[in-house]
């Protein structure tokens, strides 16, 4: 089954740093991987299916469309920041792995990266607080959020992330 994002590239673009001129293939994988890790982590397994299938039939619609427009949305965008960006400044191609100059600009630190990132992580997690909020009082307009069975992802209920804990 193909994968439905929730958001588009033009979502991206618009909402964050990164230039309409960048081209779509560098970065897509990563709204991908960013739904699939993060936003699914937040859903459980079954109304993540349930929302992809909608949207995969085209037919996303009441509360299912508002809970992607109004919070999905907000989260995927800044989770995909923080997954894109460590990886921005690089290529792998034949001659192997090349990280990519400008003759005008000064490439970003590994600091400044880490920096982004954090920004991009806190305001992930500032949406994804609004989501679980609106999810607590509205969790029956949603049966999917409580179904899951077996090997289906359970849905996380904490938005923080404090780091690894070793």
Request: glycine share 6%.
């Amino acid at each position: 089954m193909a994968t439905a994002l929730f958001i588009t590239t033009k979502d991206l673009k618009r909402n964050t740093i990164i230039d309409g001129n960048v081209d779509i293939d560098k970065f897509i994988q990563f709204i991908k991987i960013s739904q699939e890790i993060h936003i699914q982590n937040y859903l459980g397994g079954a109304l993540y299916n349930r929302i992809s299938a909608d949207i995969v039939a085209g037919n996303l619609s009441g509360d299912y469309l508002l809970l992607v427009q109004d919070y999905l949305k907000d989260m995927l965008i800044h989770f995909a920041m923080v997954d894109y960006l460590p990886f921005s400044a690089y290529q792998v191609a034949n001659g192997g792995v090349f990280k990519h100059t400008s003759e005008n600009s000064v490439s970003a630190t590994k600091n400044e990266i880490d920096y982004l990132v954090d920004k991009h992580r806190d305001f992930a997690q500032f949406y994804t607080k609004r989501f679980l909020d609106f999810m607590c009082f509205n969790s029956t307009k949603f049966p999917e959020y409580n179904a899951n069975q077996n090997g289906e992802m359970y849905p996380d209920h904490d938005a923080n992330f404090v780091g690894w804990v070793l």
